[in-house]
Nanobody, 123 residues
Framework: QVQLVESGGGLVQAGGSLRLSCTAS????????LGWFRQAPGKGREAVSC????????YYADSVRGRFTMSRDNANNTVFLHMYSLNSGDTAVYYC????????????????WGQGTQVTVSS
């Protein structure tokens, strides 16, 4: 069983930056793909990025590519989402998720989810 806890959200001005962290407990993340998702008020959940379990490959939604960077620190069981050039469209609750897999691509489903952290971008 994997427990995920996100942190690092907050209020930031448009054009600013934030770094989200997601720390896991209960299991090593060595064989897990990790994903970041977000859900804005009144909207469905959107996949933001993921990092593979095997070779560290990363994938990004078109809406964030070039502005967000995902990385993982397996030694500390933590994954990060560095967000730059934030705009009001990035306002949402951000969730991290984990899925045990040996595939190098992003999982279609994730078994483990965090509680989310709020990111609010003011214009």
């Amino acid at each position: 069983q994997v427990q995920l806890v996100e942190s690092g959200g907050g209020l930031v001005q448009a054009g600013g930056s934030l770094r989200l962290s997601c720390t896991a407990s209960g299991s090593s993340l060595d064989y897990y793909a990790l994903g970041w998702f977000r859900q804005a008020p009144g909207k469905g959940r959107e996949a933001v990025s993921c990092i593979s379990a095997t070779d560290g490959s990363t994938y990004y939604a078109d809406s964030v590519r070039g502005r967000f960077t995902m990385s993982r620190d397996n030694a500390n069981n933590t994954v990060f989402l560095h967000m730059y050039s934030l705009n009001s469209g990035d306002t949402a609750v951000y969730y991290c998720a984990a899925q045990r897999t040996l595939m190098s691509s992003c999982p279609r489903e994730y078994d483990y989810w965090g509680q989310g952290t709020q990111v609010t971008v003011s214009s």
